[in-house]
């Protein structure tokens, strides 16, 4: 099967004028299409460099990374952002939603900002709601939810443009024990029955359990991958 996510020597190198610092030194990492995969490892490894390059966040120092066999690092900034747009989904620790707009505005809001009626997005985010068990709580903001339910909003966001990869960087970070289950289950359950492909940034060994494969970090390297099929 061939990769829907390819890394070949990607080197990240931050320069502050004063030192270099190398976060990334030679990662080459395959993911096929519809696997769930943890990235682990300490705190200052290269996990979320990692995952900010390979979505094509963050530019490379060197190397490739080809997502569906496009490189994307080869795209001009405008096309890159409408791929990410239209083809990637993302899940934040800290949730990022507008604190002024409903649960069902905030979901929407990705689609209206590439040109979709408003009508339709509206349609399309009920949609996610209802994807995520939240469709009584569709016109409440976010302070009036749980953790849990905001984060189930946040899930709804990154779903809603029915993404091919779906990018997680800790997910379950701001959720206590019962929360992190019931989220990581909803996860499960949407890879299972849409087919997307998971990538998850998590410092939770449970979480990374739960994962169909482990990839290991350390001082920029991938030291180890385990698969937990």
């Known amino acids: 099967m ?7 020597n990607v080197h990240k ?9 190398k976060a990334l030194r030679g990662i080459d990492l395959e993911i096929e299409p519809g696997e769930m995969v943890a ?6 490894c290269g996990k979320t460099t990692l995952l900010n390059c390979l979505s094509g966040l963050d530019d490379l120092t060197e190397g490739r990374v080809l997502i569906e066999d496009k490189d994307v690092h080869a795209m001009k900034d405008n096309a890159r952002t409408d791929y990410r747009a239209r083809k990637m ?9 507008l604190p002024v707009l409903t649960a069902v505005e905030n979901v929407e809001l990705p689609l209206l900002v590439t040109g979709i009626r408003l009508k339709d997005a509206r349609k399309k985010a009920e949609s996610a709601l209802e994807l995520v068990d939240l469709s009584e709580w569709k016109d409440h903001k976010p302070s009036e939810l749980s953790g849990g339910q905001r984060q189930r909003v946040t899930i709804a ?22 929360n992190s289950n019931d989220v990581m289950d909803l996860l499960l359950r949407l890879n299972r029955e849409n087919k997307q492909t998971f990538v998850l940034i998590t410092h ?14 350390q001082s920029g390297l991938i030291i180890n991958q385990n698969s937990n099929k």
Do not use: H
């Open 13 to 21: 190198t931050y320069d502050t004028g004063k030192i270099q610092v």
């Open 39 to 44: 990235v682990m490892g300490p705190s200052g």
């Open 157 to 178: 966001r990154s779903l809603v443009n029915e993404p091919t990869i779906v990018w997680g960087d800790e997910p379950t970070g701001n959720l206590d024990t019962e």
């Open 2 to 8: 061939a990769s829907i996510i390819s890394a070949k």
């Open 89 to 97: 989904g993302f899940i934040f620790q800290s949730f990022n939603l």
């Open 204 to 217: 939770d060994p449970s979480i990374g359990k739960r994962c169909q494969r482990t990839i290991n970090m």
